[in-house]
């Protein structure tokens, strides 16, 4: 296979795609690599806009395969945000901490049962100069009162899973693999890959 670059300059999910595409056999290269790379505006008001715009930008720049993410969490309770903007809720500067510290604020006193949530993943893979293709995973949990684990990135650390009764930051890199909504979506994704990236 051609090489594939993951679209994104987030830590957290760049580590996850190694993990999750090095089972599978294929290295992966993320902007993380190339660190001069432009931003890619997310001006759009879905993941799936915003997952396109990165991918086809991406794969233009690099005439090379491109995957990207666009992810966040959406909150009941709060009429779902913070939505597309979860990597900037309390500001342009990206700080996980204050983005936590903000929903915990506008969720006080909302009960556990009322505190529903769920975490959505678009990817979009895109080849240069042709098509691209986007899939979606979600997966459901409910935010807790205080923050609990050091594992993961973003709001992981209050996001409680149901079915592991932990927080997401309290699972391992493996475990939050087989259940995340990038986890769901990339699953997805790999039904139309062969066609995608090897079939042009
Ligand atoms: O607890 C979390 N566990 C996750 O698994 C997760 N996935 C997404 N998010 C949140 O949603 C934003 C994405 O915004 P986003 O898609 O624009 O990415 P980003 O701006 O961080 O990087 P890039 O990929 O655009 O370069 C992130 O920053 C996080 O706040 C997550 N939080
Ligand atoms: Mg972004």
């Known amino acids: ?30 902007l993380l690599d190339f660190p001069h790379t432009p931003d890619v505006e997310e001006t759009g008001s879905t993941f799936a806009e915003n ?17 990207a993410d666009d992810s966040g969490l959406s909150i009941d309770a709060l009429g779902g945000k913070p939505g597309v903007y979860s990597a900037r809720y309390a500001g342009e ?13 506008e969720m006080r006193g909302i ?25 979606e995973g979600t997966c459901d949990g409910y ?19 149901p079915q592991k009764g932990k927080t997401m930051a309290e699972l391992t890199k493996e475990e939050k693999n087989k259940i995340s909504h990038r986890s769901v979506a990339l699953e997805k994704l790999e039904k139309q890959w062969d066609q995608m990236v090897n079939g042009e």
């Not at 997952?51 to 995957?67: N, S």
């Not at 009960?111 to 691209?132: D, M, W």
């Not at 935010?143 to 409680?160: H, L, Q, R, S, W």
């Open 93 to 105: 500067e990206k700080d996980d901490q204050a983005n936590i510290a903000k929903v915990l604020e």
């Open 1 to 30: 296979m051609r090489e594939v670059i993951i679209a994104t300059k987030n830590k957290g999910k760049a580590s996850e795609f190694q993990a999750l595409l090095a089972k599978k056999g294929i290295a992966v290269k993320t």
């Open 143 to 161: 935010i807790t009162e205080v923050p609990k684990g050091e594992n993961g990135f973003g709001y992981d650390p209050i996001f409680y899973v």
């Open 111 to 135: 009960p556990f049962e009322q505190r529903t949530a769920r975490f959505h993943c678009a990817l979009a893979i895109s080849v240069p100069n042709g098509s691209t293709t986007i899939v």
């Open 51 to 67: 997952a396109r715009l990165k991918a086809e930008a991406i794969a233009r720049f690099f005439q090379a395969i491109a995957i």
